[in-house]
Nanobody, 117 residues
Framework: QVQLVESGGGLVQAGGSLRLSCAAS????????MGWYRQAPGKQRELVAR???????NYADSVKGRFTISRDNAKNTVYLQMNSLKPEDTAIYYC???????????WGQGTQVTVSS
């Protein structure tokens, strides 16, 4: 099984920064992608940023230029640097890992990010 442990969430004022981390452990092999999703109250979970095999990245339009995703392959860890945070960034942020020939998906437990105005 795969375990994903997120950290780095918290409360920050608008304009501030936070750095999320997600460490993967367990039966890790043939990682296809790692990424971050978020879910605000009353809304569907949405992609924030993802880094796929080879290092290419995808970002939601709403975070482009403010958030940066990176990965430490040796540590099976993915990071999300969030700058210029806005109140609308408030959500639970979930780490996702995709691996294997079956593109199996695993989720972390989520970490709360709250941005005050």
């Amino acid at each position: 099984q795969v375990q994903l442990v997120e950290s780095g969430g918290g409360l920050v004022q608008a304009g501030g920064s936070l750095r999320l981390s997600c460490a993967a452990s367990g039966s890790i092999f043939n990682i296809k992608a790692m990424g971050w999703y978020r879910q605000a109250p009353g809304k569907q979970r949405e992609l924030v940023a993802r880094i796929i095999l080879g290092g290419s990245t995808n970002y939601a339009d709403s975070v482009k230029g403010r958030f940066t995703i990176s990965r430490d392959n040796a540590k099976n860890t993915v990071y999300l640097q969030m700058n210029s945070l806005k109140p609308e960034d408030t959500a639970i942020y979930y780490c996702q890992l995709t691996q294997g020939l079956g593109w199996n998906i695993f989720w972390g437990q989520g970490t709360q990010v709250t941005v005050s105005s």
